[in-house]
Every structure is written in structure tokens, then in C-alpha cells.
């Protein structure tokens, strides 16, 4: 099974009709993509109550992949919130516990930064932070190029498949030491991530700019760069029997457009973009 979806609800502005209420969008989305990775977690983890209400707003078979808060990771910067990690973990946990019991979630996807290096320490930290997961399907995806190095590749998948994490494929800018190749292989048969941040080499780095974030990810897949990545799942589901692909390109607006584009290249069913002929003219040209 494939799954295409865009990380976040909120900015994909070509999915809704104008006026669309903040509060109706998750719901108005599950009209268009049968999955979504959730970013807010990672700036704050989410109450309970919200996330059992985000699980009732959406399809029976929708699915979550829902991003680990900050704190968890190494991103966090200034005054910790939770007391120490017990508290911080049993946050998080709490709050993935409705989407568990709903049966929604996909996969908790821990992101570690460009300064989370091949070591030690770091293979330390990952053992402890699935112990303290436990349960809870989690995925791992890393920024430093060392974990996918000659000497280091096979080794960091076997430990991915020894600890059950699953494994997110990244499709990104290789722009040295922080960012990952393209490495196609499942840890787990159940399921493999596959995430599209974009190839914006020349933004990837760029992380002293007011505006990085928005340049870091201002990308537009071509058609034949969508048609290359649509043989590479294929071939995935050689090795695992779930695909979720999630486009995270919304820098310039493309997500929403390049995911539908997706969908079609794999026979998914393609619902059509509201308030605008463009994508109904290029329907006809895709059946």
C-alpha cells in the first residue's frame, strides 16, 4: 500500500476554497490525502485532547506520521519546558496515546540535526530513546552524511532492523557533510518512510539567514524527477509492504501540486483542487 501526504495541514492554501476556517482544514485535507506528518508536535507537544479530536476529524483508514518535539532530538534551544526527560518522553507519549487507540498512527519520526554525528554517544542515545518509546512505532531519519558513509551504511541499517526503528528515505539537496544520500532500503516489512524536502542545494546550508527555512525548502519536483522516484517505490514494496511518501516542499506552494502529480504516476485516485480549473485541465491529460 502507498500512501502520498504533505507535511502539515495549515499553509497548503491550494487545497482549500477561500475562507476556509483554520479549525475545518485537517478535516477539508482528508478530502485530498489519506495521510499527513504532523509538524506542530515538534515546536510543542500536542495535548491529548487536541490530538483525539484531530483523530476524530479525519477518515477511518487516515493515517499520522507525527514529527518528535524538539527537546527529543537536539534541536532545542534555551530554557527546557518539561523538568527532565522522564517528564518530557511521558508528554509525548500521552500525547500519541488517542491516535494509538484510533489506530492513526503511522510512525513518530525522531529527525535528528546535521550535527547528529555517526558515534557512540549518539548509537546510545538512539538505544535509550526507543527503550523509552517503546510501543510506540518510531522512525528515524538522520541529517549527517557520516551514518550513510561506505564504512558506516550497512551497519547503521542493521541497527535501524536490530532496534526496529523505520527507516525514512530522504530525497534531498546533497549539499556535503549535513544532508543524506538517496539510500533505498527498509528496516522494517511493515512499513518505510519516504520524505521530499526538495533539491534547493544552494538553500540547504543556509541556516544563518532570517528567511532559511523558507528558502531551504522552496522547490518544484519535474516531471521526470517525480517519474524516477515513482520506479524507486515501486521497488520498495519489493521489501515492505507500506509506503508513505510525504512531500515537505511548500516553501514556494509546490507540495500540494507535485504530491497530486505523484499520486497520479502511481494510479492513485487523484481528488481535484477546489476553486481552479488548471488542475482539472490537467486531469485530462493523466487518465
Not at 500525547?95 to 547528529?116: D, M, V
Not at 528496516?187 to 539567514?209: I, K, M, Q
Not at 523558507?214 to 519536483?221: A, G, I, Q, S
Request: charged share 25%; proline share 6%; with cysteine.
Amino acid at each position: 500500500m502507498i500512501r502520498v501526504g504533505l507535511a502539515g495541514w495549515g499553509d497548503h492554501d491550494s487545497l482549500y476554497k477561500a475562507g476556509t476556517a483554520a479549525k475545518i482544514k485537517l478535516s477539508r485535507y482528508g478530502d485530498h490525502f489519506p495521510f499527513v506528518e504532523m509538524d506542530s508536535s515538534f515546536y510543542a507537544v500536542q495535548p491529548p485532547d487536541r490530538m483525539a479530536r484531530y483523530a476524530e476529524e479525519t477518515p477511518e483508514d487516515f493515517r499520522f506520521v507525527v514529527k518528535a518535539y524538539q527537546g527529543m532530538t537536539g534541536h532545542l534551544r534555551g530554557k527546557p519546558y518539561y523538568a527532565n526527560d522522564e517528564e518530557m518522553y511521558a508528554a509525548f507519549r500521552d500525547s500519541l496515546e488517542p491516535l494509538i487507540r484510533s489506530g492513526k498512527l503511522w510512525a513518530a519520526l525522531f529527525q535528528y540535526p546535521p550535527w547528529f554525528d555517526c558515534s557512540k554517544p549518539n548509537v546510545k542515545l538512539l538505544r535509550e530513546t526507543k527503550r523509552r518509546m517503546e510501543g510506540f512505532p518510531c522512525a528515524l531519519e538522520f541529517r549527517h552524511q557520516s551514518w550513510y558513509e561506505p564504512e558506516f551504511r550497512e551497519r547503521t541499517m542493521a541497527f535501524m532492523r536490530e532496534e526496529g526503528w523505520i527507516h525514512s528515505v530522504c530525497d534531498e539537496p546533497q549539499a556535503g557533510i549535513g544532508s543524506i544520500p538517496i539510500v533505498l532500503e527498509a528496516s522494517r516489512p511493515d512499513f518505510t518512510l519516504v520524505r521530499f524536502h526538495g533539491r534547493n542545494a544552494g538553500g540547504w546550508n543556509h541556516s544563518g539567514e532570517a528567511n532559511w527555512r523558507e528558502v531551504r525548502y522552496l522547490y518544484d519536483y519535474s516531471d521526470a524527477e517525480l517519474e524516477e522516484w515513482a520506479e524507486r517505490v515501486r521497488e520498495l514494496l519489493a521489501s515492505t509492504s507500506e509506503v508513505g511518501i510525504v512531500f515537505n516542499n511548500n516553501s514556494g506552494g509546490h507540495a500540494a501540486g507535485n504530491a497530486k502529480s505523484f499520486m497520479r504516476k502511481l494510479g492513485l485516485p487523484v481528488p481535484k483542487f477546489p476553486d481552479s480549473d488548471i488542475p482539472t485541465q490537467l486531469d485530462l491529460f493523466h487518465m
